[in-house]
């Protein structure tokens, strides 16, 4: 078996040789030089996001296959840019791990993640390498492209827009479930919402191409969380209607229940939560997945969660935060 350290040149042109492939006119040069050169083009802005990914927090060896490592780190960054209705463009990946670790985690890691590159015509153009004294590290930043001004943002909700989710929620917290139980080893073929989640980049670019979403964000801390970062950019409160959330089914033969918890604190599903006014017609589908309208904006800064029966009640934000005060 093929084990680490490779010298940090041979390593890098290991990925180089992987990652090489035409790609976009905003790529001038990618891996090789001190920077990579983007060609910023007139009429666009730039969107730069990035994702620190750590082993025992976002992703465990035991659980976790690489190529779903390196899916997940690329997933997280292509989220984000389809949450401004942007064109991912090029990523950077910084990857820091232990000498212990057999080479072929590394290709499977750098395997997961150009596969998932190459869906959208993204190009891996730069980062870095290092030795981590314990664990690993991956450090993914993702630039994108928007039309000037045409971004859309947390801050545009109004009273009276509706709430709307892409796709069903709670399959990847109810499969951690699963994992921490260990029922029973699972393939994460069987589980591809969370291993393989699928970022909305196309609906966030048909959103913004249609001037539909008033102000969204993806939902990869829990709705109740991010949800509540949106609110509180856009200065409103929400209703939601728990009936209305759609929840996930996800397993071999649906072998593992979503509950609403999941759905609603869980995270990771990287769907896309927006907000539209009232005057807009939001299509029921959009590239094949379902929209689905769960609540609306309201006045004041309260979010409330209205169940089957009428009965309202606080939704706090219990979603993922890496520095609980608990």
Same mark, same amino acid.
């Given at each position: 078996m093929?084990?680490?350290?490779?010298?940090?040149?041979?390593?890098?042109?290991?990925? @180089?040789?992987?990652?090489?492939?035409?790609?976009?006119n905003a790529v001038r040069l990618g891996i090789g030089d001190d920077s990579a050169v983007l060609r910023v083009t007139r009429g666009h802005e730039m969107l730069v996001t990035t994702d620190l990914n750590l082993e025992g927090v976002h992703f465990?060896?035991?659980?976790?296959?690489?190529?779903?490592?390196?899916?997940?780190?690329?997933?997280?960054?292509?989220?984000?840019?389809a949450a401004m209705g942007g064109r991912p463009v090029a990523?950077?990946? $910084?990857?820091?791990?232990?000498?212990?670790?057999?080479?072929?985690?590394?290709?499977?890691?750098?395997?997961?993640?150009?596969?998932?590159?190459?869906?959208?015509?993204?190009?891996?153009?730069?980062?870095?390498?290092?030795?981590?004294?314990?664990?690993?590290?991956?450090?993914?930043a993702v630039i994108g492209s928007v039309p000037s001004g045409k971004a859309i943002l947390r801050s545009g909700a109004?009273?009276?827009?509706?709430?709307?989710?892409?796709?069903?929620? &709670?399959?990847?917290?109810?499969?951690?479930?699963?994992?921490?139980?260990? @029922?029973?080893?699972?393939?994460?073929?069987?589980?591809?919402?969370?291993?393989?989640?699928?970022?909305?980049?196309?609906?966030?670019?048909?959103? @913004?191409?249609?001037?539909?979403? $008033?102000?969204?964000?993806?939902?990869?801390?829990?709705?109740?969380?991010?949800l509540a970062h949106l609110c509180e950019e856009s200065g409103v409160g929400a209703e939601i209607q728990a009936e209305a959330v759609p929840l996930a089914v996800t397993g071999k033969e649906r072998s593992v229940r979503v509950a609403l918890r999941h759905a609603l604190h869980g995270g990771d599903d990287y769907e896309l939560l927006f907000?539209?006014?009232? &005057?807009?017609?939001?299509? =029921?589908?959009?590239?094949?997945?379902?929209?689905? =309208?769960?609540?609306?904006?309201?006045?004041?800064?309260?979010i409330i969660l209205v169940d089957a029966n009428g009965r309202r009640s606080k939704l706090a934000a219990r979603g993922w935060q890496h520095f609980s005060c608990d």
């Open positions: 093929l084990r680490l350290p490779l010298s940090e040149k041979a390593l890098i042109s290991r990925i @180089r040789g992987r990652a090489a492939h035409r790609g976009p465990k060896r035991e659980w976790h296959p690489p190529e779903s490592v390196g899916h997940r780190c690329l997933a997280r960054g292509l989220s984000d840019i990523a950077f990946v $910084s990857l820091a791990v232990p000498g212990s670790l057999a080479q072929s985690w590394v290709d499977g890691f750098s395997g997961g993640l150009l596969n998932l590159a190459k869906q959208f015509g993204l190009v891996l153009a730069g980062g870095d390498t290092a030795r981590s004294p314990a664990g690993i590290f991956a450090d993914v109004h009273p009276g827009d509706g709430i709307y989710v892409t796709g069903a929620l &709670g399959a990847a917290a109810a499969t951690l479930d699963w994992l921490a139980a260990k @029922r029973t080893k699972i393939r994460a073929g069987d589980f591809p919402q969370h291993f393989f989640p699928a970022p909305r980049v196309e609906i966030g670019r048909f959103l @913004r191409e249609k001037s539909l979403a $008033s102000a969204m964000i993806d939902i990869s801390d829990g709705l109740s969380t991010d907000t539209a006014p009232p &005057g807009k017609t939001v299509p =029921r589908h959009i590239s094949g997945v379902s929209v689905t =309208r769960i609540g609306r904006m309201v006045r004041g800064k309260r």
